[in-house]
């Protein structure tokens, strides 16, 4: 759908996904492999991205319609060559999520140079060179979804997370300039912006007193489910999302309007 043409989706079905192709980066683990899940259960066809080898098995335990790549987020040149395999195996790319992202907690007078520039690859340069690469296709089409998840730490200060907050808060920057830029094109952008969720990794780093104080902190007094926020996305890159776009979902359980 054109964005000059009448909405005409069929709203019985908001979140079917048949016949979309999704690229979803960081689907090895955590909230990816929940995103992965979660959308193949749905309907979609999966282009599942990691630098982790163990996203090709799991990609092909998904259903014999997904493919995995593996690639260093970092590297531009992978980025661009992964678009271009996908668009090319699968002939489009319909949704975007921008999932891949680290973080190297320390004092901002302690941030390296070296951590500093490594976030800001991970979780902001490469988001956007997916998306631009991604646009093209989106373009010619005339319709697309770009999910990105961002941090509650891109809208408030988190002590440690100098390099993290920075690469998050751009996020949602470059995600409004997206919104704007490719709306009149049939493609909404939009960010996704969590609590802690409680991956494996997180119920290791939020274990014992320090993660009852941060819950005791939340008005929902729980951490995030890597599945709740698959479902964001969802309903982001859902037919029932049309009119929403530039939006940062914020899914942290009210911690935020404090």
Known sequence: MSANQA??????????????????????????RALATLFAANGATLALLDKNEAVHDFAASLG???????????DASAIERAVAEVAAHFGKIDILVNNAGIGTLAPAEATTTESWDLQLAVNLRAPYIFSREVAGHMIAAGYGRIVTIASQAAVIGIEGHVAYSASKAGLL??????????GPKGITANCISPTVVETEL????????????????????????????????????????????GANLLVDGGYTVR
């Open 64 to 74: 014999a319609s997904h493919k995995g790549w593996t690639g260093d987020v970092t």
């Open 7 to 32: 909405f005409t989706a069929d709203l019985t079905r908001p979140f079917d996904m048949s016949g979309k192709v999704a690229l979803i980066t960081g689907a090895a683990g955590g909230i990816g």
């Open 173 to 182: 920057g470059m995600t409004n300039c997206m919104a704007l830029e490719w």
């Open 202 to 245: 997180a119920k290791v780093g939020w274990a014992g007193e320090k993660g009852e104080r941060a819950r005791a902190e939340i008005p929902t007094r729980r951490f995030a489910q890597p599945e709740e926020i698959a479902y964001a996305a969802l309903y982001l890159a859902s037919e029932g999302a049309a009119m929403v776009n």
